[in-house]
C-alpha cells in the first residue's frame, strides 16, 4: 500500500514538474517572439527613416539647385511637391524611431534637421556644405543604429 502511494505521489509530482516546465517553455517562447517582434518593428522604423532622410535629401538638394539656376517656375513648383511629399515621407518613421528606440531619437533628430536645413540655401556652395552636412548627420544614425542592433 505504501509503495502505491509513494508511487502516486510520484506520478503527480511529475505531471506537476512537466507542467511547470512547459509552462516555462511556452512563456520563454512567447516572450523570444515578441522581442523579436519588436526588433523587427525598430529595425523597419530606423531603415524607413534613413530611407526617407536620403530621399528628402536628394529631393532639396534637386530643389535649391533649380531654384538657384534660375530653372523655370513650372520646375522649382514640381520640385517643391516631390519634397513636401519627402518631408512628409520622414514623420511617421521619425516619430516611430523615437517612440520604438528612445536611445536613437537625438542622432534622429540632428539628421532630421540637417536635411531639413538643405531649404532656402543663399548660394550653391552653401546647399553643398549643407548636403554634405546632412549626409554626416544621417551617417552618424546609421552608425548608432548599427551600434544598437549589433
Known amino acids: ?4 502511494v509513494i508511487a502516486v505521489i510520484g506520478t503527480l509530482l511529475g505531471a506537476v514538474a512537466a507542467g511547470v516546465i512547459q509552462h516555462r517553455t511556452a512563456r520563454t517562447t512567447r516572450s523570444e517572439a515578441r522581442d523579436d517582434h519588436r526588433r523587427d518593428r525598430e529595425l523597419e522604423a530606423v531603415t524607413a527613416l534613413a530611407s526617407g532622410l536620403a530621399g528628402h535629401r536628394r529631393a532639396m538638394s534637386v530643389r535649391g539647385g533649380l531654384r538657384l539656376s534660375g530653372a523655370s517656375p513650372e520646375a ?11 518631408r512628409s515621407a520622414i514623420e511617421a518613421p521619425r516619430i516611430q524611431v523615437a517612440i520604438l528606440v528612445p536611445s536613437l531619437a537625438a542622432a534622429a533628430e540632428e539628421a532630421t534637421r540637417a ?17 554634405e552636412e ?7 544614425f546609421v552608425a548608432a543604429a548599427a551600434r544598437y542592433f549589433a
Do not use: K
Open 115 to 131: 536635411a531639413f536645413a538643405l531649404r532656402g540655401a543663399p548660394d550653391q556652395q552653401s546647399l553643398n556644405a549643407l548636403r
Open 134 to 140: 546632412a549626409v554626416t548627420a544621417a551617417d552618424r
Open 1 to 4: 500500500m505504501l509503495t502505491t
Open 76 to 86: 522649382v513648383a514640381a520640385a517643391r511637391a516631390e519634397s513636401h511629399a519627402t
